[in-house]
């Protein structure tokens, strides 16, 4: 190991004096910031915190409060650290102190009983190079709560992930060194630790989102979101009606009572320029519209086809167009009203529409008095005119033929899409007797099968690449429904894929998959007790049972599984993780959560919150409980009993969140309600 040089530093504004340490090329404070200003706290409000661990910063805060010569460390910066170290869980342990972290508990042996035998490890690390990190905790500016001071340490990266999310540095008592995948919100609290200015490396001190056009970069991303919510909105109305429409009515209360209101104040404390806010405020009103006209049309029963081109078009008609001149998009309006006019009298729906084609990506319909490329829209096809592009919109205005030729091909495109609303409307009578059947068969819910599988021209289509168990089914494709109605074949494939556990104890049926070579129950366990006294519904309401079952203590859990059934070791949830995960990458999450149902959070590369569901899985974020009666996480986070302790008084649960593609571990106090997924013997 290298020789460690220390130091000492006296920060100007207040006279405190920070120990440094020289690690690598790189100088670090060896103590984490305790400069009292606004934007930070004490854990707990307690003052004696801040002697030992620091203050806790929100992030803008902690951008601005360094001393002259020293900056908040970026990801490369930490990464540096890290590597020099050792890497990952490695350096984690050289970079805590040698006192003050919390111990581990291990299960050495036992089945459950006060007779169990345990492992203690020591939480504490060697600070082989001086560093030492202390588990300050972190803090929520939004409920003034704190959590895991003495078990983990949060500092911040000025590396941003999106407009209100950075990355993080993580060190946790048991070992694990998280960074790549660990963001929080900026408004949470956190420790600081500044690294020193160098020559190499000078530092702007201007953060990542100063340095962008995030205007264009919003709208990029904005434009994105509007157009998965579409595709979502047309998933959604293959299903059943009812269902689809609540859903929708769900993602827009998420919407608006989450990203506008909370974002909208975000803005207004980081100081947001005005005109960045105006661009949100647009899009969030056309994502509003868009959902609002989604529910509208389910309402009325339109045609899933037809419902896309409609919201494909509001998208169209709103996005911004300040690139185009004045007097082009006057042409434009004088143009589209002309066409809509003399266009073939269209059925209620509006199908078809008659639009312009974009160019790169603002819309581009008239350029210098000339029409750029006029496209009639049947469905999702496309009719180019090209007859007429590149003449002069007046002349347009004034053509006999031009107004002939609107109307015929209308009228042609009318007819077509009559024909097709009559097949649509066939397929749906054969799309219900095949869920009648397939559910009598099965005795399961069909909705997962209609989010892979659709009907089309009579026959069955895949209109989604199926998850791993429906997979099995893709034979069938291109048959005719009405003989796949009477395959004896068809129906011992469908008990495979959909096979069921029954509760002997209450008559309760369960759908189960087989994954790898476990088989577990594909729902969350929902028993009561022969009194009725054992576990509890989300916010005591009987819905969200039905929904995503009851929460228990650890003590009820671990004997709530049904004759059969076991709760499963960590061990077992590793196996399922494992299985799941793509050559190491934490994706298990992302593959395990059910396609819909999940609180949606947007990412510049990504938009979290639903799962893909590839094996059947259909984990829902039914939330958790405390022992004094309060209720946290619904349609936000899945926290899943293990048998496995971790002491007297812990035991681990796997965990998916809805702002995060993995699936992993922690501990909870055994009074803490949380679900049971049971594993078939």
């Not at 919390?102 to 060697?126: L, M, Q």
């Not at 729906?349 to 319909?365: K, L, T």
């Not at 096979?499 to 008559?507: K, L």
Request: aromatic share 12%; glycine share 8%; with cysteine.
């Amino acid at each position: 190991m290298d020789e460690i040089i220390e130091g000492t530093f006296t920060d100007p504004r207040d006279g405190k004096t920070y120990r440094t340490v020289k690690i690598g090329e790189q100088v670090w404070m060896a103590e984490n910031l305790n400069f009292e200003c606004e934007g930070s706290i004490c854990y707990d409000k307690d003052p004696d915190n801040a002697k030992k661990y620091g203050r806790l910063y929100d992030w803008k805060t902690a951008m601005g409060a360094y001393p002259p010569g020293w900056h908040l460390p970026d990801d490369d910066e930490w990464d540096e650290l890290i590597n020099f170290a050792g890497g990952g869980n490695i350096a984690a342990k050289k970079l805590k102190a040698k006192s003050g972290w919390e111990d581990t508990y291990e299960k050495k042996s036992g089945n459950g009983t006060d007779d169990d035998t345990y492992d203690k490890k020591s939480g504490n690390g060697t600070d082989d190079y001086g560093f030492s990190a202390l588990p300050g905790g972190y803090g929520y500016s939004s409920s003034a709560g704190f959590n895991k001071a003495g078990r983990n340490g949060y500092w911040w990266s000025a590396t941003e992930l999106s407009i209100f999310r950075t990355y993080i540095q993580e060190i946790e008592a048991d070992g694990r060194c998280f960074r790549g995948h660990r963001h929080l919100q900026k408004y949470d609290l956190l420790s600081v630790r500044y690294i020193k200015d160098s020559l190499h490396k000078p530092h702007s001190r201007i953060s990542a989102r100063a340095s962008e056009d995030w205007g264009v970069l919003y709208e990029e991303k904005a434009e994105n979101l509007c157009r998965d919510t579409i595709n979502q909105i047309v998933s959604l109305a293959n299903c059943a009606r009812q269902e689809g429409i609540l859903a929708l009515e769900n993602r827009l209360e998420n919407l608006l009572a989450v990203t506008l209101l909370h974002d909208g104040v975000q803005f207004a404390v980081d100081g947001t320029p005005q005109e960045l806010i105006d661009v949100y405020i647009h899009y969030i009103n056309i994502y509003t519209s868009i959902v609002s006209a989604g529910i509208r049309g389910m309402q009325s029963g339109v045609n899933p086809r037809v419902l896309r081109m409609q919201l494909n078009a509001i998208l169209r008609e709103n996005m911004i167009k300040d690139d185009i001149a004045k007097e082009d998009k006057e042409l434009y309006e004088r143009l589209r009203t002309y066409m809509d006019n003399c266009k073939y009298p269209v059925p209620k729906d509006g199908i078809p529409n008659i639009y312009f084609r974009p160019s790169d990506h603002y819309w581009c319909p008239v350029k210098n008095g000339l029409a750029n490329d006029i496209i009639l829209v049947d469905r999702a096809t496309y009719h180019h005119l090209d007859k007429y592009k590149g003449q002069a919109v007046e002349e347009l205005l004034k053509m006999e033929e031009f107004k002939k030729y609107i109307f015929d091909e209308t009228q042609k495109l009318v007819r077509q899409e009559e024909a097709a609303l009559l097949q649509w409307e066939k397929d749906e009578v054969l799309k219900n007797m095949l869920g009648a059947y397939i559910s009598n068969c099965t005795k399961s819910d069909t909705k997962d099968f209609f989010d892979y599988y659709c009907i089309e021209n009579g026959c069955l289509e895949c209109c989604e690449k199926p998850n791993k168990n429906l997979s099995k089914l893709l034979k069938y494709r291109g048959q005719n429904i009405e003989y796949i109605l009477t395959s004896v074949d068809f129906r011992k494939d469908m008990e495979e894929v959909y096979q069921t556990f029954t509760d002997p104890r209450d008559g309760r049926t369960y759908r189960t998959v087989k994954i790898g070579e476990q088989v577990w129950m594909a729902e969350n366990l929902n028993y009561a007790g022969p009194n009725n006294d054992i576990g509890k519904y989300y916010d005591n309401n009987p819905a969200n049972g039905k929904k995503y079952g009851r929460l228990y203590t650890w003590d009820e859990a671990v004997k709530a599984c049904p004759p059969g059934c076991h709760i499963p070791s960590r061990e077992e949830w590793d196996i399922l993780v494992d299985f799941t995960n793509d050559d190491g990458e934490k994706t298990a999450g992302k593959k395990l959560k059910a396609k819909s149902g999940w609180k949606s959070e947007w990412h510049p590369r990504r938009l979290e919150g639903d799962g893909t569901d590839d094996y059947g899985f259909s984990a829902l974020p039914g939330g958790s409980g405390l022992s004094d009666g309060s209720f946290s996480d619904i349609d936000r986070g899945s926290y899943w009993w293990s048998s496995s302790e971790n002491e007297n008084n812990y035991a681990y649960c796997r965990i998916m969140n809805y702002n995060t593609s993995r699936a992993f571990c922690d501990y909870y106090d055994k009074s803490c309600l949380r679900s049971v997924r049971c594993l078939i013997q």
